[in-house]
């Protein structure tokens, strides 16, 4: 994975990816205690990064390979993104999903053209094992939510915006806080910035108990978290780092910063008042650590993203009540 | 008024007002039956299209009588957009609210820089004396909202980025949809497209029961709303069209529509859902219209505005209960 490729995916990409801005507010700045610049992938198609992605990938394909279709485990941004992208190729896209997925998301796959396949998480058989028989069977390519080179360089354009956009925007030093799960958005962007932006250091940002990148950062190897379901910030729980993302972050990232489920919801419903954009709270947490996290960082500038605003309405207005009375 | 300001404006707001995007969402076409795109000028700096006003006002001032500061009468959207504008010239800003404004309202003023003066509604002197009395001691110049060309030309100026996005977006002929308190963006946005993009016809969107505009665009004279509160589109409430707007839109606009607070309430949950977006109802009032009146639209496509997103969490919240069971 290089800059070539992501160059490569973002040629792929115009017209299609949108071109999220680089948003600002005076509030934000005065609770850090430095400039906050936020790059809102919530705007992005399907309203996650997941799409640069889910299209740089099918795009990528063979023709001949992309016309038999794809398949794609995720409950998900990663289904959505994959959907969207593959209906706007003409192609099948088959998401495997577990049947207790919530019935908004299955919903919301569907209606972007895709088939899901429903499979019982206490059953025999296991997704793994169903998605092989899907790709014997039917010919289908296996997109990977994030240990996938071109995942990686669709992941990596967000960085090419964000090199540009700060440059516009008078920064060309500063932390570049990334929601990290998987670390495919990190290892993207921090390799767009290695090329294009060498003053902007990525950051991966994760909720405590779930800091698999940040100990793998430190231990020097792969960790993995305790447990992969509890807290809020669902969007974003991996086992781990992957196998072709976390050398990248090992060379190229600072240290991995954690924040509280409790200061998700708040940047969440920060963002919700102050910039008047949808976070879910896995897609807050970097800007949760741009707000308080003031210590950890360097500069007088941090930019963060907001990688996705998926939320369930009944969690979007918990976050609301972290308001009252503020 | 005329489209030479609205550009001189542009070049004025250039580097300090937002270019917002041009969003969408499948799901909302789907709705709507019809391609929906959306100008979402929350996203503008203070949340709301009101910058553009304030900051072409402002700038455009002989610098001697800027320096003296700027004067409105606000509890709302203007307030905060002419605060921010007046910040950035470095010049003072007297804004004039009522005692019993929102303390948030009335805190984000002050934030911005703004020196707030508080009357009593009930009181003895009307908001016009204290204004005439401050004006005379300290040489303020008025900034008023909506009846006042240089705002005109700056609320324009969304107009020129609707022209030219939806050409880029493939769209030549549709109804741009305005959320219409006193006219000045929709007539703003009504001559922007006069001379860039004929084929798109504004049209004034208001809530029922304060359809001052849709009602003096059938009678031909101005005509004013039975009353001035209730209802939860309180921020394009206003006593009627302006002397200087409705001449323009009498001129440029289409019919005007009008939606109920429940349409408006809804509009704002699918702007959450599926753009990702805070509306506030009043700024939701064109997207709702977009959505549920597809039989008083032309064409395959329709634009429409989100006027702002300074909502309360409570009324969000209520928003956000609409998608319950839906």
Excluded at 103 to 110: D, G, P, S, V, Y
Excluded at 281 to 303: S, T
Aim: proline share 6%; glycine share 12%; with cysteine.
């Amino acid at each position: 994975m290089n800059i070539d490729m992501i160059e490569a995916a973002a040629d792929r990409l115009r017209g299609h990816a949108r071109r999220t801005p680089l948003l600002s507010s005076p509030f934000l700045d005065e609770i850090a205690g430095r400039r906050v610049l936020v790059k809102p992938e919530c705007l992005q198609h399907t309203g996650s990064f997941k799409y640069r992605g889910g299209y740089a990938a099918i795009s990528a394909l063979a023709p001949d390979v992309r016309a038999r279709g794809v398949l794609a485990y995720s409950s998900g941004n990663h289904a959505q993104g994959v959907a969207l992208a593959a209906r706007q190729h003409g192609i099948p896209a088959v998401i495997i999903m577990p049947e207790d997925a919530p019935a908004l998301k299955i919903a919301n796959t569907r209606a972007l053209g895709a088939e899901v396949v429903l499979y019982d998480r206490a059953g025999q058989q296991t997704r793994e094992a169903l998605g092989e028989e899907l790709k014997a069977s039917r010919g289908l390519t296996l997109i990977r939510p994030y240990d996938e080179p071109q995942v990686v360089a669709g992941q990596g354009t967000c960085g090419l915006e964000i090199a540009e956009q700060a440059r516009e925007a008078g920064v060309e030093q500063a932390d570049v806080l990334v929601c990290c799960g998987g670390g495919g958005l990190t290892s993207g962007i921090a390799l767009a910035l290695e090329a294009r932006a060498p003053g902007l250091r990525a950051r991966p940002v994760e909720p405590e108990e779930f800091d698999d990148t940040a100990r793998s950062l430190v231990s020097g190897r792969i960790e993995r978290n305790a447990r992969m379901s509890g807290g809020l910030c669902d969007a974003i729980l991996t086992p781990s780092p992957g196998d072709l993302t976390f050398p990248v972050m090992q060379r190229l990232c600072g240290p991995g910063l954690t924040v509280s489920d409790d200061e998700a919801l708040t940047a969440m419903a920060q963002a919700f008042l102050r910039l008047k954009l949808v976070a879910e709270p896995g897609g807050a947490v970097a800007l949760a650590a741009a707000l308080y996290r003031a210590d950890a960082l360097e500069g007088d500038a941090v930019i963060c993203t907001i990688s996705g605003g998926n939320v369930d309405p009944a969690v979007f207005a918990q976050g609301l009540k972290m308001l009252e009375g503020g």
